[in-house]
Every structure is written in C-alpha cells, then in structure tokens.
C-alpha cells in the first residue's frame, strides 16, 4: 500500500508541474509584445546586422525614440521583444529600418541617392495585450510587410 501512495503522489506532483507549465505557457501567449523579424529577399536570408528602431508616435506628430537596436543573425532583436508586456500600450508606433546602410555593408552597389534609403513603417497598437509581429521583406529596389503571427 504505501508504494501505491508513493506512486500516487508522484504522478500527482507531475500533473502539478504539468499544469503549472500549461498556465506559464497560455499566460505568456495572451501577454502582449510586440516583435519584428527582417528578411533580406535579395540574397535569400535573414538581414543579419541591420538596424532597427522603433518610436513612439504623439499626437503632435512627433516621434519619441522607444529602442535602437541591430538584427542578429535570425533578422530578429537578441534580446526579445521589441515591446515586452510591461512596455506594452496602446498608440501610434514607427520602425525605422536602415535598408541601404544594411545592403552597402553587405558590399551591394547601391545609386546616391539609393532607391529604397529608409523603410519607415507607422502602424498602430489597438490592444495592449495582443501580439504585433511586423515582418520586413527587403530588397534595394522593393519591400512588403504584413502584421505577421
């Protein structure tokens, strides 16, 4: 009998644990961020080494810088999201990502001035507690972007 009772509470602490996690998981799911993610199409790879950085817009049009950071070798931000739950509100954003600068360190030969020099991307955060992935597709000559998943 005691075996039983030391096999039952075994599985008992594993489901504890089990469920623990599951909340951690769904807990951070419905936590809002905000992330990017630069995909260089011209050479078929992540854009490794660009700059990015991310404002916040005022209603009298002018923008407060929030984060500057470089792209690692994913085409993502090292150190998480750009906006992490706590940093999360509801507003008018920009990205600022520096297209020519990042194609020129990669040696392309680019016009003065370049095509494509800035991609200056404005959009809006309604809920705080969502996810806003904005991903970049970039190119000198042409660029897409969606609110990605």
Same mark, same amino acid.
């Given at each position: 009998?005691? *075996?039983?009772?030391?096999?039952?509470?075994?599985?008992?602490? &594993?489901? !504890?644990?089990?469920?623990?996690?599951?909340?951690?998981?769904? *807990?951070?799911?419905?936590?809002?961020?905000?992330?990017?993610?630069?995909?260089? !199409?011209?050479?078929?790879?992540?854009?490794?080494?660009?700059?990015?950085?991310?404002?916040?817009? !005022?209603?009298?049009?002018?923008?407060?810088?929030?984060?500057?950071?470089?792209?690692?070798?994913?085409?993502?931000?090292?150190?998480?999201?750009?906006?992490?739950?706590?940093?999360?509100?509801?507003?008018?954003?920009?990205?600022?990502?520096?297209?020519?600068?990042?194609?020129?360190?990669?040696?392309?030969?680019?016009?003065?001035?370049?095509?494509?020099?800035?991609? &200056?991307?404005?959009?809006?955060?309604?809920?705080?507690?969502?996810?806003?992935?904005?991903?970049?597709?970039?190119?000198?000559?042409?660029?897409? !972007?969606?609110?990605?998943?």
């Amino acid at each position: 009998m005691l *075996e039983h009772d030391h096999a039952s509470n075994g599985r008992a602490r &594993q489901r !504890t644990a089990a469920r623990a996690i599951m909340e951690r998981r769904t *807990e951070h799911a419905t936590m809002g961020h905000l992330s990017t993610h630069v995909l260089d !199409t011209m050479n078929g790879c992540p854009a490794a080494g660009m700059a990015v950085e991310l404002h916040r817009l !005022t209603g009298a049009g002018s923008a407060t810088l929030v984060k500057s950071l470089v792209l690692n070798s994913d085409g993502r931000s090292a150190d998480g999201p750009l906006l992490d739950a706590a940093a999360m509100a509801a507003g008018r954003y920009r990205l600022v990502f520096a297209v020519a600068a990042y194609f020129r360190s990669r040696g392309v030969a680019l016009p003065e001035p370049p095509f494509i020099d800035v991609v &200056q991307l404005d959009f809006g955060i309604a809920e705080a507690a969502g996810h806003y992935h904005v991903p970049l597709l970039v190119s000198p000559w042409s660029y897409t !972007t969606y609110r990605g998943s």
